[in-house]
Structure formats: C-alpha cells, structure tokens
C-alpha cells in the first residue's frame, strides 16, 4: 500500500548536545524564467526511472495522510543530513536564532498573501512582517526530544527535504491541490465574512457563501501579476486581480480519473472546516461518489475490517491534526503513531507505503527559496516522510517536490493521465524507493504522556 502521510543554512550544535547539526546545501539551483527563484527540476522525469512492473507488484495501496501547518526547518531543522536551518534572516537583514518551540508553538499567518510576504521574492527573510500570536513567533523550532516520533520515523524511513507546498497558502487551497493539482483559482480560505446563509464551511450547497479568486487572466495580465509576486507586492495584486466567488468548482480530481478506471478510493475526511475541500468539489459534494466520502474517525475501523481501498486520502480528527490552534504537537503526533502503528500491524503492511506530510507552512520560518512557478507557488517547504517497507531507510531525499509529486506518483503506479499543468511536469517520488532492497520491518511507537 502507498500511503501517502536563497537563505543560507547556517549550522550550530544543539545546547543540549544531543541533536546533530543540519548540513549546509553545496547545491546551487538554476534559475528559472522571469524569476530570481530556483527551477523545479533539471527536466521532467530525469533521474525517476522505475520498474513500474516491480512496484506495482510492491505497492497495493495509497493513502496520503496530511497533517497542518508547519516546515521542515520547524520540526527538522536540527536533522543531521537534512537541509535545514538553526537560525532565520529577518526583513531587516538580520540574522535571529531559532528558538526551542514549546509544545504549543505560536499561532502565525499561514494565508496566501501572508507566504508571498514570507518568501519575499526567494530572499525568505519577512517572516517577522507576518501577523501572530507573538512577536517573532515564526522563528521557533523543535528539538528531537520535543517530537520524538516524528523523527524516529524521519531516520528509520524516507525524508524529502526539498517538498513544498504547492501554493503559498492556506491549508483550504492547498487541499484542493492535493486532490487536483490546481485550486480552479481560489488563493484563500473562507472568510467568516464570506459565509452565506448557513453554517460556515457548506460550499457547494449555499451558493451565498464566497472566497477570494483570482480572476480569469489574459497573458500579460498574468505576466504582471506574476511580477507583483516577485517584488511582492500583494496590495496591488489583490486589487487588480482578485475577486469573490462561490466556492464550487467543476475542477477535475485525481478521484474522477480512478473512477473512471474502476479503481477503489476513500477520502477520509477530518479536521475543521478548512481541511473539508472535498466539499467545494460540485460533481462529488452532490453525486453518487460522495457516499466514498467518510469521516476520519472511521478510518481504523474501515483498517480492521479489511476494506482499506486502493487509494485514500486521510486527514485527522478535529484538534489532532498538527495545527498550532490545537495547542501542543504532542497529541497530534499520538494520533499519528496510533494510526501508523494500526496500518504496520494490518495485512497491508507488505504492500503500503507511507507518504506523511503538512499542509502548508503555518507562518513558521523556513530558509530554502520555493521555485516560483506559476502564480500560485509553490510555497514554503513541509516536511514529507515516505514510510514503507520499500522506502529507503535513512535516505534524504533532496529532489524538488509538491503536492502535484504525490499525484504523479500515484498516476504513474496506475498508468492515469495528468490532470493539469503541475502534475504534467512534476516528478514523482520514486527516488524514496528501493523495490529490491530487503523489506523494512514496521517500526512500531508508543505514545508520549501530553501531560
């Protein structure tokens, strides 16, 4: 199964002595068109070669588990291997330790707007300019004992440490890329605002309820919207092309090409209002394929009884999903080891791989510039964790990677077409896999007392 969970790194040892201090990056991207910011990829697919006849025997089945809000130097800074970070620049050209992040980290921006300020044309410097709980809450990170599982999952499996979110923000947007490879323009949440008549959060079925949208762009008009992003200058951009819109979109989903192809799907649906997407999706909120929509809860017992589907998409419970909101980490990252630790004793194991990401960057510092590619992003990275008997064990997995990865993968293990533009020229993630290596054993943990 397939379950689918230019700063400078300056490095320092931890004060405790006991997490190992992040390698420097010796790799100088190049530059993409109109942009000082990297290129996605050397080319398309370069260096992805697979067995497809060898994994598709491997892997049966695909759940992408997504997490909220957080960024690789946030919760894997500290990683020996990875690219990370210690300390953050600041919108004045200083240079600010990253702090040891309490259980509860600080609530930050994490909208659209807020990472094009964030990233500040590839110089990943204004995340002091971003609104929060605190004063430069953005620069905290955890330590290995603060998140202990996490990082054992980190270490034993596969890490990507250069997966970005596939939009600047926030997490309702970045699901439907999740689904879909595009968000039908949508750039923002719902505000409470914009809400219709209703409870906040119907979609398609309260056609009062509105959400920010770029408008339909001519060429040039895209160019210069494009050019606003580099500077940033988000003023002038929402002025001149956005507008509200319902949120219901026709858009096609990964969902419709494996339907199409008899292919069994579940999306386990969880979370807040934000992480529900799969609602604005007119074709499944009012179709005959909403019935394959199930509430995360469900989700061990669906495991238990055998009827784990082809492919799923599983985000958590309301409050333990990773949101700073939530308050600490700690129980989120319980519910993550309870479900890891159900889906390595099932049947499945022998066949499942694991990818486990955040959905975007939660106003949390992070130093590695996104590739701008398209008016939409990408955004700050996530961290991402391949976690399979076939993954790479300690592998740092460096290639550039989103959200449109995780569909090509999957769209390449089926032999589906591309839905769009980004999942096109993505590539997808079997550098993280060894399909003739020995299988990994499960790496069962116990939850941590929260008290």
Partial sequence: MLMLTGGACISSSGPDGKDAAPKQSSQAPAESPDSNRSNPSPSPNEGTRVDLQLARSKLKHVVFLIKENRTLDHMFGRLARVNGATTGKTCDGGTVPLRRSPDAAPKGDHSFSAGIIAINGGEMNCFDQLGGDTPMGAYVQYHRADIPNYWAYAKRFALADRFFSSVYGPTNVEHLWTMGGQSDRFVDIERPHQAGTGAQGEYCKDRAERMTSFRKLSQPEERDAYRLEELPDVETLADRYWIERWPCTRMVVLMDLLEERGISWRYYMGGGIHQK????????????????????????????????????????????????????????????????????????????????????????????????????????????????????????????????????????????????????RADPMWRSFDFEQEPLPPLLLKKRDCG
């Fill in 277 to 424: 997407a799969i609602r604005m999706v007119r074709h499944i909120r009012l179709g005959p394929m909403w019935s394959k929509v199930i509430e995360s809860e469900r989700f061990p017992a669906e495991l238990r009884a055998g009827r784990l589907p082809t492919m799923s998409w599983l985000t958590p419970p309301g409050g333990l999903t990773d949101h700073p909101a939530n308050g600490g980490i700690c129980k989120g990252e319980n519910w993550t080891v309870e479900t890891l630790n159900l889906l390595m004793r099932s049947e499945y194991w022998d066949n499942m791989a694991v990818i486990l990401t955040w959905d975007d960057f939660g106003g949390f510092y992070d130093h590695v510039p996104p590739p701008h590619v398209d008016l939409y992003g990408m955004g700050p990275r996530v961290p991402a964790i391949v976690i399979s008997p076939w993954a790479r064990p300690g592998f740092v997995d460096s290639h550039t990677y989103d959200f449109s990865s995780v569909l090509k993968t999957i769209e390449e293990l089926h032999g589906l077409p591309s839905l769009g533009a980004r999942d096109a």
